[in-house]
């Protein structure tokens, strides 16, 4: 079991520059009190990116890019990774195990099981720390990440020649504040319902003319919204409580010398969420039988549906059996960038960063209470799966450590354009990375095995990992303007990744006494029937290395028709390497998958009057080799010893394409418009699994061949108004502010998985926010903001336990929430 629920996700982040002036969804550093935040024209070309690792007009980058300033989070209320999914097309996320494990998906590529993920985070040009737990967790943009930014930029389609991990699906780049000349400051207070309480303090000191430092921090408190109804364990699911602190430091050591350096802290720790069992199978239904063990866990889920109902139970009722569940992440990291500028024409950079990353969490699978009654005023729990940290105490612990050197010049004509770079990236276990999953047992320690059995065959299911990862990438790109139009780029990059699995997996038996029991060693090819003493004993040990190395390339022609107006189109190719899991019976390890892809795309922006942009793009991706999650169907020969299989195999050939606007317009003074759209159209065209072994009769796909990827809606939208009321500027600055999001239903899991709950329902969000800067020429602002306002119910992830017990449900949405906020500025 616990080789089927080990997920890596991997993410990456790039820095930015702010502009001076930028519509809502892209505005730049937060203007003095006395300004108009509405002050900036509708024009995308006052914004500057670093998406090609150097600065740039964002309507100058052959890219389809969304960018969301740090005002623009605060207005949504955006603090986590699935927060900011819901405004940015193109991009979902799965939050099937809780907010802090989200993983990413751009353009309908995701991450299957144990697989590297489709979408990496970069923080400060720094790729995210790794984590390779039991589940998603870690690689992004986890607890304490949105704030005191500069802004985010989400870029897609694959950007493996300039980045340092290999992705198929885009980039998320998280870009910090950097310090500046000028002393600064603010202290920010929010309140909310649900309890919530958050606090954000920044601090800018210019220490001498070359010396500059900036500190801020967000403490973050909020009740849950989950009521639990079991009894075991807190009221509440799904709280927040996390701190993070960053401190960064700028020294220009020589006039064209400059060292910067950023330390970041982070910890969080909560109840963790936990599914709404909304359906179940009471035999009714001749198609579905009752078997085996739905026998008894279907009418079981379905009492406790009832009783749920019977007792007041909403969409947001729970009902976990675990007496101390939690989610505790704690991060840090340090980056240091040195940049010399050697001439007009050379530049010189590198940047070299370390990181921990630890993650514990304890979980009721699928939020089942199941109770039989044998007999009249008697009861019998029965468990069903719940997760814990294994030996280590650590599901993840994982140290990163990356190494980058640049070299980025132009000739002294301007015609050419160049950068180059090395790239290094070593991944290290902190100890062993472990969980112990309880398997139809009750287990009070599930590591030592003191476990009640009531269904008598129950058990634990042990790992203990750890992942050594070793990336090496070299690359180099260039620009040339073949006619003061005309810009010709190409760009080739070739990655090296190894990888070495040290795997300890064991299965427990536990005794009818309830204290110990016998171990065996689960991968059962390596180790038929062997016993040992154990979880973690050396005679379960498997050692797997893998090698794969891949070339990805860039080639774009763009043609610029005035200087705000340009149209694009390349080819790319990306790949996404491949990774190990031994305990995949007959397939432990897994290739590279690679995509190509074909986009043309344009982007105008004008001035005058109505001010504004539209940007537009239109792809094809071609994706060969993909790495599909694959159910093992075992020979009956081999039925109960050959246990159930999930694997990951590169059979899947998909093919995906869509298009993608942003868009914004000042229709008059003080109103600000901005559009976000895309399009998406995915299908798996074809499932192709190598022969299979004696032992499995059967390969099929978790996905359905001629249906849609998983998130991949086909029609999302993003609509902001913005309105700045027309008062004296002695009043301070009034605005009033609604984001909606419409998403259309999509895919997420495969109807065999989950028959009632495959579907992500469509959605509509709406946000609204109203905001008083400068309150009467005073350095205060005051905020309310609203979100969900219609309070619309939906789950964000199906649980996928149908299949297996007879029931299912998913994980609720945030209900409405609505807060205060005010911040008080000091300082130039």
């Excluded at 065959?457 to 990336?471: A, E, M, Q």
């Excluded at 065996?520 to 290395?545: D, H, R, W």
């Amino acid at each position: 079991m616990a080789s089927t629920l080990r997920v890596g996700l991997l993410l990456d982040t790039t820095m930015i520059l702010a502009a001076a002036a930028a519509p809502a969804l892209a505005q730049t550093t937060p203007a003095p009190a006395e300004a108009k935040a509405g002050a900036a024209d509708s024009n995308a070309g006052d914004i500057i990116v670093t998406a090609r690792r150097t600065e740039e007009r964002l309507q100058d980058v052959p890219i389809s890019i969304t960018v969301l300033s740090q005002d623009a989070l605060t207005k949504r209320d955006i603090y986590n990774a699935t927060d900011l999914a819901i405004y940015v097309p193109s991009l979902s996320s799965n939050a099937n195990f809780g907010p802090e494990k989200s993983s990413f998906s751009i353009r309908g590529f995701t991450q299957e099981g144990k697989t590297a993920p489709s979408v990496a985070v970069y923080f400060a040009d720094v790729v995210a720390p790794r984590a390779n737990g039991g589940t998603t967790s870690g690689n992004g943009a986890g607890p304490g990440s949105m704030f005191d930014l500069q802004d985010v930029q989400v870029l897609k389609g694959p950007q493996g020649t300039l980045f340092g991990r290999n992705t198929t699906g885009g980039a998320i780049l998280l870009v910090p504040a950097k310090p500046t000349d000028k002393f600064q400051g603010s202290l920010e207070g929010s309140v909310g319902d649900y309890n919530m309480h958050r606090v954000q303090g920044m601090l800018n000191v210019p220490l001498s003319d070359n010396f500059r430092v900036r500190g801020a921090f967000d403490w973050n408190q909020r009740d849950g919204y989950l009521n639990n109804v079991s009894g075991i364990g807190p009221d509440k699911f799904g709280n927040t409580n996390y701190f993070a602190g960053r401190l960064s430091m700028v020294g220009d050591l020589t006039p064209n010398l400059e060292n910067y350096t950023i330390f970041s802290y982070s910890r969080s720790n909560d109840n963790g969420v936990v599914p709404n069992l909304l359906v179940c199978n009471n035999g009714s239904n001749p198609s579905q039988p009752l078997l085996g063990l739905t026998t008894i866990t279907g009418p079981a889920a379905c009492n406790q549906i009832a009783q749920q109902k019977a007792n007041g139970g909403n969409f947001y009722t729970v009902n976990s059996t675990d007496p101390h569940p939690y989610e505790r992440v704690t991060q840090w990291q340090v980056i240091n960038t040195t940049t010399w500028k050697e001439s007009d024409t050379l530049t010189v950079k590198n940047i070299i960063s370390y990181a921990e990353y630890y993650e514990a969490s304890s979980f009721s699978l699928w939020g089942t209470n199941l109770q039989l009654n044998p007999a009249p005023g008697y009861t019998i729990p029965v468990p069903t799966i719940q997760l814990d940290p294994g030996p280590s105490g650590y599901n993840a612990a994982e140290s990163t450590f990356t190494e980058e050197f640049q070299l980025q010049g132009r000739t002294a004509n301007d015609r050419l354009h160049w950068q180059a770079g090395l790239y290094l990236e070593l991944s290290n276990p902190l100890g062993y990375s472990s969980g112990a999953a309880s398997i139809f047992a009750n287990c009070p320690n599930a590591v030592a095995l003191q476990c009640s059995n009531p269904l008598g065959f129950g058990t634990v299911s042990d790992y203990s990992i750890k992942d050594y990862f070793n990336d090496k990438g070299i690359y180099a790109q260039i620009d040339y303007k073949l006619t003061d139009r005309l810009i010709l780029t190409g760009g080739i990059r070739y990655t090296h990744d190894y990888l070495k699995d040290d795997d300890i997996n064991t299965d427990g038996i536990p005794n009818a006494t309830g204290t110990g029991g016998t171990y065996y060693c689960q991968n059962i090819l390596a180790y038929p029937n062997k016993m040992v003493a154990n979880s973690l004993s050396p005679g379960c040990f498997i050692e797997t290395t893998q090698s794969t190395g891949r070339p990805t390339w860039l080639l774009n022609a763009q043609y610029d028709i005035s200087h705000d107006a340009m149209v694009y189109a390349k080819w790319a190719r990306g790949y996404r390497e491949g990774g190990i899991n031994p305990n995949n019976l007959g397939f432990p390890s897994w290739g590279p998958e690679k995509v190509d892809t074909y986009e043309a795309g344009s982007k105008f922006s004008w001035h005058g009057a109505m001010p504004g942009f539209f940007n537009f793009a239109a792809f094809y991706n071609n994706f060969t080799a993909q790495q599909l999650s694959v159910n093992a169907v075992i020979a009956p020969a081999y039925a109960g010893v050959v246990p159930p299989q999930q694997l990951i195999l590169n059979a899947g050939k998909s093919r995906i394409f869509g298009a993608e606007v942003d868009a914004a317009i000042r229709p008059f003074e003080g109103f600000h418009l901005d559009l976000s759209y895309a399009y998406l159209n995915t299908k798996l065209e074809s499932f192709n699994p190598p022969a299979p072994p004696v032992y499995f009769s059967s390969l099929t796909a978790a996905a359905q061949v001629g249906g849609p990827l998983e998130l991949s809606p086909k029609n999302k939208v993003t609509l902001t108004g913005t309105y700045t009321l027309p008062l004296d500027r002695s009043y301070g600055e009034v605005s009033l502010g609604a984001t909606f999001t419409h998403t259309d239903a999509n895919r997420a899991v495969a109807p065999i998985t989950s028959p009632y709950l495959y579907e992500i329902p469509a959605t509509d969000d709406l946000n609204i926010n109203v905001d008083w800067k400068g309150v009467f020429g005073r350095p205060l602002d005051l905020s309310f903001f609203m979100t969900n306002v219609t309070n619309e119910h939906h789950i964000l992830f199906p649980d996928g336990a149908y299949t297996t017990i007879g029931a299912e449900g998913g994980h609720p949405n945030l209900p409405r929430m609505f807060g205060l906020r005010a911040k008080v500025h000091f300082g130039d």
